[in-house]
């Protein structure tokens, strides 16, 4: 699990996982209302925290969670009162939702663009005479399929630079929703300057 890396798996795992963590949360804290929730949702929104920090150690963002205690309630309390938790669940379902649909469309488009790319050979292959039907059309003859191929290459490349513009749309998105917020920075400069003294004593 440390090495793993979401920028690399598929859009469509990365959507499924982003929706995993956030059908986890909601689940865990529906089932907080009959009590026995708690450790779930525990466990969930660590795991949510664990995924956006892979996300922020890759995108060069500094992570900006305060520390957690050892009681579970204390624990959860804290959670719930860090803004940056629900920027991750706000990240994690802008994800889910955005990237699984793209990511089945694009599979589809891929799909397709692989079947138009074969029109010629497929009707080679198949018995003189019979009309092929493929991708919504109807291929008697050679120019038929060679119009079907430049079609697909026309679908090809714009479903290439599709997944390019999905990628610059995560990678924007990750930046805003996963950056530390203005009090984590602020904590984070203070808590600096309370150590900087102690280190320079040690090293007197």
């Not at 629900?86 to 802008?94: F, G, T």
């Amino acid at each position: 699990m440390d090495s793993w890396d979401p920028r690399r798996a598929d859009h469509g795992v990365r959507g499924l996982i982003a929706l995993a963590l956030i059908v986890a949360v909601a689940a865990s804290a529906l089932l907080c209302l009959a009590g026995v929730g708690l450790p779930l949702l525990d466990l969930a929104l660590r795991a949510m925290r664990r995924v956006s920090n892979r996300w922020r150690a890759r995108l060069d963002v500094p992570a900006s969670y305060p520390a957690l205690p050892g009681g579970l309630t204390a624990r959860l309390r804290v959670l719930a009162g860090d803004p940056a938790t629900w920027r991750d669940v706000m990240w994690h379902l802008a994800n889910g939702v955005f990237l699984l649909p793209v990511a089945i469309v694009s599979v589809v488009l891929w799909v397709w663009t692989a079947a138009g790319l074969m029109a010629p050979l497929l009707l080679a292959v198949g018995p003189d005479g019979e009309t092929l039907n493929l991708n919504g059309s109807l291929i008697t003859g050679p120019a038929q399929a060679w119009l079907l191929v430049m079609r697909a290459v026309g679908v090809g490349v714009l479903t290439f630079f599709l997944q390019g513009l999905l990628l610059s749309v995560e990678r924007r998105l990750a930046r805003v929703l996963l950056r530390p917020t203005r009090g984590a920075v602020l904590v984070g400069r203070i808590a600096k300057l309370k150590r900087g003294p102690g280190r320079r004593a040690r090293h007197r």
